[in-house]
């Protein structure tokens, strides 16, 4: 067992002729993932690294079975992607797409929702079971099969504590980058539930930022529901108010979003948090 | 994209929502006819303007042009006035509050009403706030807006107004591609018409290709910080000395606390991205040679990024810019090693792991000192 995505998902990759969309292609499937369809416009029959291109992603589900989408297509059209792979009845679809106008979220992440589909993402580096599949754009070599689940609101600094986790010997069950901006499809108290009832995973890292209240629901959450060890980094101690740092996602305002009040929403919760990135994998020694 | 009050107010009346009359100056001999008396506000991009002097009363065309030559230049928490707004004065009955934005955690757009406007939202008892979602894909239902005038207790001629008024807020909200818009306050005069008093807009910088109108729209950023947003260059000046750069917000985040842990301060937030182009990587190095940093810190932690090509990058824009700035570097990624020697032979200080990097940081920035 794992977290939303195993050898047997099936693949279809939106967006897969451009650059990023063919060069993630050829990383996913050398990590063994089913990769089975591709979609671009216009250009349906072609192949690229071997996978079949579609016109669309319901055709990728009438010949290919494809059942996981993950979207690479610029921003003006990821919502008209997004609300396509729902619509051909694909149930988990991850969007790697930056830069989103959140008016466009708020419409596709409520519709998925009423379709029963799962969203990771936007802006977000993806999912990855290591030892059975990957649909992200993480650097494969970094991650090793293990026990911890790890949630992570951004990309290199979790490549940065995965790595760290790795060198320890604390591999992963899954890992779920969730996401940078605002309004994502899975938050982090979400992810929470998945990793608390999934079997193989025995202990939790949550990889959280400033900005919005993710931290403190889901701090409360586990104090309530979650029977596992979990431990925590946030980023952005040392961000000044009112500026977004990067992700869209990541701005104090006001008083709402700092990272004082997520180290201690976690602290009450029982979570310690790491003062270094790195320190995650001594927290973890210490579970 | 934030929008000075006289802008916003100009999409409002597009949407129908009632303004009162105003004109704009930058100058005072610019002000002919103002609409008498008049308050002359002060044009910045925060709040707090009225507590710190920058909105008066002005009775004559003589008095606008000498409080706006008062306000004028002033500065409010760090932004010079160069604008007033000279609006016709309101006889003031009741101030609500009315406003749009984004509730992240419910993924939907959250309406605020109250009948205490004119001060902090933030500081308003929370059993004086009407609170209700706006599910996106269905839309701003009349029962909701109806249930607002209720929780507020305005009289029907009033409460219809408002009502209108929220209706078409919501229209700007989604339309414009709006993060926040604010009435307040939302003005009730004596004469039992409702305006809005003051009008604060946020558009959502991820949309600006949907609204290229505001692209050029002045925004709070210092040239530099507008010099890379025109190249598309992620770059926030800080109050530090040590201009940071790294690849990826979050970790570019995570360096500057870890360098605050060894004792440094960071100037700088820089996210390179996932670029290891040596001309893309000279160019936000230039930008940030431009901020004057005692020293750089680099850190990139790359699966595919090659060291060797950002390494070149940061060669280049040393040599471009004639700087001698010293650069303490960890980057991890393909050819690792001979991205270390790129950066010996050119004088400057390669490291293994990002606390190792930020320690060397703050003791070159010492050395250096």
Redesign the interface.
Known sequence: MAVLLTKRSRVVVQGITGHQGQFHTR?MLDFGTKVVAGTSPGKAGTKVEGVPVFESVQQAVDKKRANASIIFVP??YTKDAAIEAMEAGLKLVVIITE?????D???F???AR?KGAVVIGPNCPGIITPGEAKLGI?????FKAGDCGVI?????????IV?AMTQAGFGQSTCVGIG?D??IGT?TLEALELFQADRKTKRIVV?G??G???EE?AAAYIKKNVTKPAVA?I??????PG????????IIQ??MGTAESKVKAFNDAGVPVA????DIAKLLAAT | MKFLEYKAKAIFAKYGIPIPRGVVAARPEEIHDPPLPCMVKAQVLVGGRGKAGGIKPANSSAEARSVASEILGMDIKGYTVKMVYLEERLDIEKELYLGFTIDRSAREPLLIASAMGGMEIETVPHDQLFMQHVPTLIGLQPYVLRSLTNKLGLADHVGDQVEDIARKAYELFRKEDAELVEINPLVVTKGGRVVAGDAKLVVDDNAEYRHLEYAKLDQDRTPLEEEAHEKGITFIQLDGDIGVIANGAGLTMATLDVLNLKGGKGGTFLDLGGTDDPDKVAQAFELLIKAKPSVILLNIFGGITKADTVALGVKKALEVMHADVPVVARIKGVNEDAAKQILRDIGMHPAETMEEAAELAVQVKKGAA
């Open positions: 990383a921003a003006p830069r989103i106008p959140f008016h979220t708020l419409e992440i409520p519709y009423t993480m650097p494969s070599h970094i992570s609101r951004s990309g290199t600094l979790t490549y940065e790595n940078g605002p309004i938050n990889v930022e400033i919005g209240t993710a629901e980094y980023a952005g101690r040392t961000a000044p500026k977004r740092m990067g992700h869209a996602g990541a006001g008083n003062d270094y990135p790195v």
